[in-house]
Structures are given as structure tokens and as C-alpha cells.
T-cell receptor, first 115, second 112 residues
Framework: EAEVAQSPRYKITEKSQAVAFWCDPISGHATLYWYRQILGQGPELLVQFQDESVVDDSQLPKDRFSAERLKGVDSTLKIQPAELGDSAMYLC?????????????FGAGTRLSVL | SQQGEEDPQALSIQEGENATMNCSYKTSINNLQWYRQNSGRGLVHLILIRSNEREKHSGRLRVTLDTSKKSSSLLITASRAADTASYFCATDVSGSARQLTFGSGTQLTVLP
């Protein structure tokens, strides 16, 4: 069964360092999402791509976060510099992008700890 | 911001009992979905109910939707220890760009 791949699974970094997360969606899925999930809460959307284009990055803290999906397939989310408050689970999801009834498929996530 | 509020925040039951979780939301929706998340893992889609549907079943899952009250419930019958997880409702909001807005989740613990 096809899965969304994410790496690394865990990342520990010191504040002010740069970190990067990678996501490979299910083949053929045009829409890719990055979420941040704080412990005990639901996922919150950071950025949404349709193919290689950003559809929505209104909740992305652009002073320190960046995301790209250059060839419309895999994607990278970067934080520079990391802050203590960035400690969270970062989830990637993909969907076919069909209107009206889209289901999202999630990767296992990257757990980030900023010390 | 999170559109859905789930109730209860945490639920602990014995194996074999039924578990009911509720979700309330604020705006008009195309559909409402329920996802499950095991500890430290990603979310897994469970079931989708369209705005013109009132009830849907899938195996041991039963979902209801009341659009007049902007609420939904998820019933898990004959629960098992393996059902222990967090459960999230997610709304596909009318007019949104194929986005889901997730609730805060219910942590279900099924005791053997």
C-alpha cells in the first residue's frame, strides 16, 4: 500500500540552528500539505501545494519557515533559525486534490525538539 | 485556528464497551471526516460523511451528522484495546481550497 514518506522521524536541534524536513507524497497526489501539531492538539496547516505552486501559506511564519516543492513531487520544509517554541510534530499529507471529497493521507511525521 | 471542538477531551472505557465522541464546528461544510492517530504517528482516515448525509457506518464505526446543530458524533462499538488512540474530526469547509480543519481531538483509552 502506498504511503507518504517523511524523514527524519526525530530531530533534536539547538535553538538558532537550521533544520529541514523532507516529504515524499503518494505517487500521483497533486496536493501536498505541511502541518504542525503541538502535543495534545490537532494538526494546524502551515502550507499547501498544488503541484509545484503554493496554494496557501497564510499560516507559515515566513520570517523563519520556508517550503518548496520544486518539481511538484517531493517537498522540503525548512526552519531557520529554530526557536524553542518550534518544538512539535511536523506532519506531511497528500491527496489527489479532487474537489468536494478529498481525503488526506499522512506520513508518520517528524518530531522536532529544540533545546 | 481550529474549527472543531471535540468532547470529551479524554475518554477511558473497558474493552467491549462502546465509545462515543462528539465534534462541533462553526461554518458550512462539504463533508466531515474522522481520523485516528496512534501515539507518535501520523493520522489515518477512518470515515467521511457528506453534508447531505445523516448517518454512515463502516465496520464497528458509526458516524452521525447534524448540520442544523453543526455537530457530529463518532461511535465505536465493542471497543478493543487496539482502539486506544486520539480521534480527530476534520471539516471540509465550503469554499475552501481543498483544506481540512481539524478539531482538538479526543484521547480514547480502552482498558483490557
Amino acid at each position: 500500500e502506498a504511503e507518504v514518506a517523511q524523514s527524519p522521524r526525530y530531530k533534536i536541534t539547538e535553538k538558532s540552528q537550521a533544520v529541514a524536513f523532507w516529504c515524499d507524497p503518494i505517487s500521483g497526489h497533486a496536493t501536498l500539505y505541511w502541518y504542525r501539531q503541538i502535543l495534545g492538539q490537532g494538526p494546524e496547516l502551515l502550507v499547501q501545494f498544488q503541484d509545484e505552486s503554493v496554494v496557501d501559506d497564510s499560516q507559515l511564519p515566513k520570517d523563519r519557515f520556508s517550503a518548496e516543492r520544486l518539481k511538484g513531487v517531493d517537498s522540503t520544509l525548512k526552519i531557520q533559525p529554530a526557536e524553542l517554541g518550534d518544538s512539535a510534530m511536523y506532519l506531511c499529507a497528500s491527496s489527489l486534490g479532487l474537489a468536494g471529497e478529498h481525503i488526506q493521507y499522512f506520513g508518520a511525521g517528524t518530531r522536532l525538539s529544540v533545546l | 485556528s481550529q474549527q472543531g471542538e471535540e468532547d470529551p477531551q479524554a475518554l477511558s472505557i473497558q474493552e467491549g464497551e462502546n465509545a462515543t465522541m462528539n465534534c462541533s464546528y462553526k461554518t458550512s461544510i462539504n463533508n466531515l471526516q474522522w481520523y485516528r492517530q496512534n501515539s507518535g504517528r501520523g493520522l489515518v482516515h477512518l470515515i467521511l460523511i457528506r453534508s447531505n448525509e445523516r448517518e454512515k457506518h463502516s465496520g464497528r464505526l458509526r458516524v452521525t451528522l447534524d448540520t442544523s446543530k453543526k455537530s457530529s458524533s463518532l461511535l465505536i462499538t465493542a471497543s478493543r484495546a487496539a482502539d486506544t488512540a486520539s480521534y480527530f474530526c476534520a471539516t471540509d469547509v465550503s469554499g475552501s481550497a481543498r483544506q481540512l480543519t481539524f478539531g482538538s481531538g479526543t484521547q480514547l483509552t480502552v482498558l483490557p
